[in-house]
């Protein structure tokens, strides 16, 4: 067994948790479902607390930022219920142990940081400087508002010292970034030449919130390389815990983050630990955005989908499935409520549903409750092929295809019943055959879905009963209820 660490980026905490959040948790937690099947796996997410945003919403809503992020932190937290999210660990950037960590991250970092007096164009909804040739009218090309001028004497991490080491990981895929298309991105970012960035900020500017630079409390960290820093602080690396040393840097890391911030993970990240002489992680996976009705979710439209709303009405599994199956997972994506419905009808309800049921109710008509299955190794090694390239698209990152194979089971399924029309034969030995290759299909396509509808997986598995010797009385629960 391997150990593995499964990562999230962790979110800012000026708002509730929106479907775009719970889509990113669920696709790190059907990798972490995927990979525990034969590895140790350390799963972890968690929460943003120290940034401006942070401060600026508190001040907006009048509540001290303290309670402001615990509030909004918990709200996250709470979407292991909502979604059956199987993550190991959840850290808010505000806990000691990460404060310990990226302090010590800081120190191990110093012989690349350096002061200096710095003129820049801030933008706190990116917490990031930007460039003048790069904004739009003056204004935030993602935000569309006017940058804040900031001039401060501040601390300087030396980027440019790993231009060519990185390059060289990220070209041979020491660093393997998934897809392939942001990993050019990131290249071509590199060769255009690294510069320094900024580290942190006044204790001003910052209004005394975040954490301390190491050796200086006129100066707070700047948020993201706080941030960053949780991967590491969440496995105790302020103590060296045995955690930090089995799954960081004995272990095998994949991220998983928003295609609009990889370049912090891909650049700004390995430079920091290579500074401070640590492992590297192994896979930056990057997702795509959903919009909703084909519009970017935003309070002003009234369009943002609340998970926590949309799983009580629909149930965990198929908002799950929706998600998983409707677009690319590395791609973006679009939600709205009659295509949930349609698919919700069309593939759980009369599909897989529809299956289960319909096999089961064969079963008892014909009388074969109590009968031994009878099952050729030639079948069995038929399933095998699905099961193999399921795996592979689980491994590769494409959750959309890996489904789709199960549902090419599905189908495969259906067809047989409707090719063999099991409720014309009379003969035992014939049903018997038929309807084990059934079962034990049925109960494969159980175990496939285990990663994506977890709870699916175990009610398909129970009604079938766990005995694989003979066919079982019946439990007809409806798996998914039709949508009017
Ligand atoms: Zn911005």
Redesign the pocket.
């Known amino acids: 067994m391997e150990n593995k660490l499964v990562t999230t980026a962790i979110d800012y905490v000026n708002g509730a948790p929106h479907l775009g959040h719970a889509l990113e948790k669920i696709y790190a937690d059907v990798y972490a479902r995927h990979l525990r099947k034969n590895n140790n796996v350390y799963f972890l997410t968690g929460t943003d607390e120290n940034s401006l945003k942070n401060v600026r919403s508190a001040e907006k809503e009048g509540v001290p930022v303290k309670d402001h992020v615990g509030e909004n932190s918990l709200k996250f937290k709470q979407m292991k219920e909502a979604l059956n999210l199987s993550y190991n660990d959840f850290i808010r950037t505000t806990e000691n142990r990460h404060v310990l960590g990226a302090q010590k991250l800081w120190k191990a970092c110093e012989k690349d940081i350096y002061k200096k007096t710095y003129k820049g164009l801030y933008?706190v909804?990116?917490e990031e400087y930007y460039k003048e040739e790069d904004l739009i009218d003056g204004c935030?090309p993602?935000?569309k508002v006017k940058l804040e001028e900031v001039e401060e004497e501040n601390y300087f991490f030396k980027l440019s010292n790993y231009q060519n080491e990185l390059l060289e990981l990220i070209e041979k895929d020491k660093i393997k970034i998934i897809p392939e298309t942001r990993k050019n991105e990131v290249l071509s970012f590199i060769k255009s030449g690294l510069q320094d960035f900024c580290i942190s900020r006044s204790n001003e500017r910052a209004k005394g919130w975040g954490i301390d630079v190491p050796q200086d409390n006129t100066q707070k960290m700047w948020v993201w390389f706080d941030a960053l820093s949780n991967y590491i602080s969440a496995l105790g690396y302020a103590e060296e815990s045995e955690d930090f040393n089995k799954f960081w840097t004995n272990g095998d890391i994949a991220h998983i983050i928003g295609k609009d911030i990889i370049r912090f993970h891909a650049i700004y990240w390995p430079a920091m630990l290579l500074s401070a002489e640590l492992k590297l992680p192994q896979k930056i996976i990057t997702h795509g955005f959903i919009t909703v009705d084909n519009q970017k979710m935003s309070k002003s439209i009234g369009n943002v989908i609340d998970p926590f709303e949309l799983t009580k009405k629909y149930g965990t599994d198929p908002v799950r499935y929706f998600l998983l199956s409707e677009f690319k997972t590395t791609g973006d994506g679009d939600f709205s409520y009659e295509k949930f419905e349609n698919k919700y009808n069309a593939e759980l309800s009369s599909g897989l549903g529809n299956l289960v049921s319909r096999t089961l109710t064969l079963i008892e008509k014909k009388n074969l409750i109590g009968q031994k299955i009878n099952l050729s190794e030639e079948f069995k090694k038929e399933i095998e092929e699905y099961i193999f390239k399921c795996d592979k698209h689980l491994d590769n990152f494409e959750f959309n295809e890996a489904i789709n194979v199960i549902w090419n089971l599905e189908r495969f399924l259906d067809k047989y019943i409707e090719e063999t029309k099991p409720w014309e034969i009379n003969e035992t030995e014939e049903l018997i055959k038929l309807f084990s290759k059934l079962i034990y299909a049925i109960r494969k396509i159980g175990e496939m879905l285990y990663p994506f509808m977890p709870e699916t997986s175990k009610k398909i598995l129970s009604i079938l009963g766990n005995e694989e010797k003979k066919f079982n009385s019946i439990n007809k629960e409806t798996l998914f209820p039709r949508l009017k």
């Open positions: 933008c909804g990116c935030c993602i935000h």
